[in-house]
């Protein structure tokens, strides 16, 4: 399955150093809900995590592209890429909006792993999806900014040196446009932590080390303002193209383990004199998985390929996350199901792959909101809110 996929060449180099991380490792870090160090200084060294980093900044340009392949094969091995996809495109933000000392200060040390910028801090509390009205304040005082506020589910905090942290600066009810007036800070963590910025760990049910920040009068250099002040709405808007490409790729690597593992259960498996897989009750189900995780991997290279040639593909990024992760969860249910009672034993890693990927039809992006967009923006309907 999958011959025809891009990067050979990367595919096979990730899944030699993935099988390094068997099943034992990650089941035994999910348990305490532990972060995965060993695995992300391993794709670090190995530099898959600089991929999108232009190599007059120390990555390897290699662009989304090969970023997917990556990501699909490290969840294809068993593997999970939450705890370092957001240091291979957080970066993006500075890439294409900071200024020349911000890029030369910071991506080199990025691409080398020496700086980890992995903490993307938007979503808040009281205002969810709805990131116009976000409330965390960045009031300026001479050469610095002072934060006060709170963001909810702001994942790797603990594991980054750097957070891209959107912010108001500007009130909603004083800008002509609610998505004006909302500027990016590059905070640093090493410095805040204890300093006006609280992160309280969130238990979930999946190991993916997601925080609550608690900010009172975070002192933030003025000189850390990524692009125009009051712009940075739409700086954000940009990285998260990149991220939901990413995000599907991922949910296709979930996908193709599902699929590799049900179809090879369902040919070893006996039950009443046969394989299960001889029930077309069991072969269908397997089957469907493949066709609808083979369209949406076709989704995901569309995406892919329209970032790398600079065509605007929101649409694309976003279709792609909601047919990705669909496909994957369809793929997660019917491979429980196929293994009957094993399918929920800890030591199949088929239960944890499952929460897993349920994630995704959730963050980045809900489903819904992913509708509204292809409603509203694509065919034109009327909006919801
Ligand atoms: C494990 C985890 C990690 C995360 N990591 C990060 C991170 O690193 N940084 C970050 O900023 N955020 C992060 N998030 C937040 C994530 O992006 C949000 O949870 C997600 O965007 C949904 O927002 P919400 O939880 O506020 O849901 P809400 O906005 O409260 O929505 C709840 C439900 O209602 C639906 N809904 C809302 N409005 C409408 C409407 N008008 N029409 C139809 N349906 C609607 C939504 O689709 C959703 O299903 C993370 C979340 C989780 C769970």
Redesign the pocket.
């Known amino acids: 399955m999958n011959a025809e996929a891009s990067h050979p060449e990367i595919r096979e180099a990730v899944r030699k150093l993935c099988a390094g991380f068997p099943g034992e490792y990650w089941r035994a870090l999910d348990r305490d809900r532990i972060y995965p160090t060993e695995f992300v200084r391993t794709l670090t060294e190995a530099g898959f995590l600089s991929v999108l980093i232009p190599e007059e900044y120390g990555g390897s340009g290699l662009g989304l592209s090969a970023a997917t392949a990556v990501l699909e094969e490290v969840h294809r091995s068993g593997c999970n890429g939450g705890a370092a996809h ?1 240091q291979m495109y957080t970066m993006g933000t500075i890439l294409r909006h900071g200024t020349p000392e911000q890029k030369a200060k910071y991506l080199p040390a990025v691409a080398s792993g020496a700086l980890r910028l992995q ?5 808040e509390p009281t ?4 990131t116009t009205r976000l409330r965390t304040f960045a009031r300026r005082e001479g050469d610095k900014y002072i934060v006060n506020g709170q ?6 905090a603990e594991h980054s040196d750097l957070m891209v942290l959107l912010v108001r600066t500007t009130a909603r009810e004083d800008v002509a446009k609610p998505s004006d007036g909302m500027s990016v800070l590059l905070v640093d963590m090493r410095e805040a932590v204890g300093k006006g910025l609280t992160i309280r760990p969130i238990r ?1 049910m ?1 190991n ?1 080390a ?1 925080t609550e920040l608690f900010f009172d009068n975070l002192e933030v250099p003025a000189e850390n303002l990524v692009g125009a002040e009051g712009k940075g709405f739409r700086y954000i808007l940009d990285g998260m193209n990149a991220e939901r490409i990413l995000i599907a790729s991922e949910c296709i690597g979930d996908g193709r383990f599902f699929i590799d593992r049900a179809s090879a259960y369902a040919k070893e498996r006996e039950v009443f004199g046969r394989p299960i897989g001889q029930n077309q009750g069991i072969q269908f189900p397997i089957a469907r998985a493949y066709v609808q995780l083979s369209a949406a991997s076709l989704m995901v290279d569309k995406a892919a390929a329209m970032f790398d040639a600079g065509i605007p593909c929101g649409t694309e990024a976003n279709m792609s996350k909601m047919l990705a992760s669909e496909a994957s969860w369809y793929a997660a249910d019917m491979c429980v199901q196929t293994h009957g009672g094993f399918g929920f034993a800890e030591e199949y890693d088929i239960e944890r792959k499952f929460r897993e990927t349920r ?1 995704y039809q ?8 992913i ?2 967009h292809v409603g509203t923006h694509v065919l034109g309907m009327p909006k ?2």
């Open positions: 957001a903490a993307f801090g938007v979503t205002s969810g999806t709805d963001k909810i589910w702001i994942s790797r979930t999946l993916h997601t994630l959730v963050a980045p992006i809900s489903t819904n909101l509708l509204s919801s809110f």
